[in-house]
C-alpha cells in the first residue's frame, strides 16, 4: 500500500537536492548564454537549421506594388529558434536542413531565448531526406488529400500545420489532439503496455520467472517513447510527460505517492534546470497546466469511484483550461464545448489511425476528418485581459491547499464560458 513517504528524509537532503539543481540550472543557462554571446559576436554567421514551419505573406512595396514572400521558422542546430524571409519562389520542404548566413541584429538574451527574427541568406540546401521526411512522404502515399495528409503528418511526426487548419481545430476546441501531447503520450504508453504484456509473460513464465514484469515492461515502454522522443526533437509538452512519467515510476517504485502535486512541481524544476529554454513555452506551460487540474481533481474528489472519476475528469479539465484557451488563444465556437466528447473519442481514434497507416490503409478515416474540416463553425476572436489569467493562477495554486479557492477557480472558469457562449449568440 502506498503511503506519504517523504522523498527527503531531512533538510541535508533537501538543502542538497536544491544545490544540485540550482547547479545544473545555472549551468545550462550559461551555455545558453555562451551561445548567444557567440551568435551577437560578429554582424553575420553560418548556421545550419532546419525548417519546421513557412506561410505565405504579401506586403505593398513603397512603388505600390504588391510583394509577395515567405516567412521561414527554424530550429538550429543550437537549439535556438528564429524567424526569417526568403523569396516566394525558394522552394523548401518542412523538415528540410539548410544552411544559411544569418544577421541577428542587436537582439538581446530574451529575444534570443524566446524566439527573433533575423535577415538571411540561404547558401545550400542539404539534399539528404531526413527520417521524418520519408516518413511524411509515407503518410502523404496514403491520402488524395494533401490537407488531410498534412493533418496525420502533425499528428505522427509533429509538423506543423497550416495555420488556417489550426484555426479552425481551435475553433473546434481539438487543437491540443493534434499537436502531439502528454495526451498522446499516455495513449501510446497504454497501448505498449497491453502489447508488451502478453508475449513478455508467455516468455517470463517459462524463460526467466524470477524478472520483475512491472520494471521490464516500463523499461521497454521508457525505451520506445524516448526514441520518439528524440525522433521528434523532444516538443515540449511531450519532454514533460516523459519525465513526468519517468519521475512517477520512481516515486512509485520507492512506495511514494504519485498523484501529488509535488511529482508535478519535481518534474517542473527538473524541466526547467535542465533546458531554461521552457520557460518561455506556451506548450509547456499549458501542457503542465492540464495535469496539475487533473490532480487537482484526484486530489480533492478522490473518495469518488473510479467511474465517476473517468466521467468526470474530461469536464473537469476542459472548463478549468477554457480561461487559458481564451486569453491565450481567444478561439470560440458552439461546436467548442463538443471537445470533451472529441477527447474522450480520440483515445480509440488515434490507436486505430496508427494501425490502419501500417496496413497501408490509412485513407479510410479521411471522410470522418473531412466532415470536421467542413463545419461552419462560425468561431469569435474574443479578448480578456491578462490580468485575470494572473489572478486565476493564483486561486488555482491556493486550492491545492483550500477547497473554497478551488471552488472560486471553479466558478470564474464558468463565468468565462458563459461569457464565451454569450459574445458568440
Do not use: C
Amino acid at each position: 500500500m502506498l503511503e506519504e513517504v517523504s522523498l527527503f528524509n531531512s533538510k541535508k537532503d533537501l538543502f542538497l537536492a536544491f544545490f544540485i539543481t540550482a547547479f545544473i540550472a545555472t549551468y545550462a543557462t550559461l551555455i545558453e548564454y555562451n551561445n548567444f554571446k557567440q551568435l551577437t559576436r560578429f554582424d553575420s554567421n553560418l548556421v545550419n537549421a532546419t525548417l519546421f514551419k513557412k506561410y505565405a505573406k504579401t506586403k505593398i512595396s513603397k512603388k505600390g506594388k504588391i510583394k509577395k514572400y515567405q516567412i521561414l521558422k527554424l530550429k538550429s542546430d543550437r537549439g535556438y529558434t528564429f524567424f526569417t524571409s526568403a523569396k516566394q519562389t525558394q522552394k523548401v520542404l518542412i523538415g528540410q536542413k539548410l544552411k544559411l548566413e544569418i544577421w541577428a541584429g542587436k537582439i538581446n538574451f530574451y529575444q534570443y531565448m524566446t524566439g527573433f527574427y533575423a535577415s538571411s541568406r540561404i547558401l545550400s540546401l542539404y539534399k539528404n531526406t531526413s527520417l521524418k521526411q520519408k516518413l511524411n512522404s509515407l503518410i502523404e502515399q496514403e491520402h488524395q488529400n494533401k490537407t488531410i495528409s498534412s493533418i496525420y503528418q502533425a499528428l505522427f511526426t509533429a509538423t506543423q500545420l497550416d495555420s488556417k487548419i489550426q484555426s479552425q481545430f481551435s475553433s473546434l476546441g481539438i487543437s491540443h489532439l493534434i499537436a502531439i501531447s502528454g495526451f498522446h503520450l499516455g495513449v501510446l504508453s497504454a497501448l505498449l503496455f497491453f502489447l508488451f504484456k502478453y508475449p513478455y509473460q508467455f516468455l517470463q513464465q517459462r524463460y526467466f520467472p524470477y524478472r520483475s514484469y512491472k520494471v521490464d515492461s516500463f523499461i521497454f515502454i521508457a525505451i520506445i517513447l524516448l526514441s520518439y522522443l528524440l525522433f521528434l526533437d523532444y516538443p515540449p509538452s511531450l519532454l514533460r510527460a516523459f519525465v513526468m512519467l519517468l519521475i512517477g515510476f520512481f516515486l512509485y517504485d520507492r512506495g511514494i505517492k504519485v498523484v501529488s502535486q509535488r511529482t508535478l512541481l519535481l518534474t517542473v524544476i527538473l524541466l526547467l534546470a535542465l533546458f531554461p529554454r521552457l520557460l518561455f513555452s506556451i506548450g509547456f506551460w499549458l501542457s503542465v497546466s492540464g495535469v496539475f487540474y487533473i490532480f487537482l481533481f484526484l486530489i480533492h474528489y478522490k473518495h469518488l469511484s473510479k467511474i465517476w472519476q473517468f466521467v468526470l475528469v474530461p469536464f473537469w479539465v476542459y472548463i478549468l483550461m477554457l480561461p487559458y484557451s481564451i486569453i491565450i488563444f481567444g478561439n470560440f465556437s458552439f461546436y467548442h464545448p463538443l471537445s470533451i466528447l472529441w477527447t474522450s473519442l480520440f483515445t480509440l481514434f488515434y490507436p486505430l489511425s496508427i494501425f490502419l497507416h501500417l496496413i497501408n490503409q490509412g485513407d479510410i478515416l479521411d471522410g470522418f476528418i473531412q466532415n470536421l474540416l467542413n463545419i461552419d463553425t462560425l468561431s469569435e476572436q474574443m479578448t480578456l485581459d491578462w490580468k485575470w489569467l494572473i489572478i486565476y493562477v493564483a486561486t488555482s495554486l491556493g486550492a491545492i491547499y483550500k477547497k473554497s479557492l478551488l471552488y472560486l477557480s471553479l466558478f470564474f472558469a464558468l463565468i468565462v464560458f458563459i461569457y464565451s457562449i454569450y459574445e458568440i449568440t
